[in-house]
């Protein structure tokens, strides 16, 4: 960081290249955002309520007739807190699996 009087501040930030370019979903769950790598996107999907309380009861969510684990980020990121919006129409998204434990599991 650099300072003058009358010039201002001048921050360098530097970032691994890798970091630098990944590809991200940005997803939003309560008042946060978050950048998911792109590459353990599956598929976005968008439900209505009552598809949202039925994947939220059984834990779980199908696409194209494969099951999926439900599960709300931010309790998986240990914000216990946080409570799920009520929309008409809500996206979620499925993840790849990975061969270590992630956020998306």
Do not use: N
């Not at 370019?21 to 769950?29: E, H, I, M, Y």
């Not at 590459?39 to 939220?56: F, G, I, K, P, T």
């Not at 990121?77 to 008409?88: H, N, P, V």
């Amino acid at each position: 960081m650099k300072f003058g009087k009358g010039q201002g501040t001048r921050f360098t930030i530097y970032l691994p290249l890798t970091l630098a370019v990944t590809q991200t979903v940005l997803v939003r769950a309560g008042a946060k955002t978050y950048a998911i790598p792109a590459v353990m996107v599956e598929q976005v999907l968008q439900h209505r309520q009552e598809q949202l309380v039925a994947a939220y009861a059984s834990r779980q969510t199908v696409w194209q007739d494969r099951h999926y684990p439900f599960h709300y980020l931010p309790h998986l990121l240990g914000i216990s807190e946080a409570i799920a919006e009520q929309k008409r129409f809500s996206r979620l998204f499925t993840c790849a699996a990975a061969p270590t434990p992630s956020p998306c599991t």
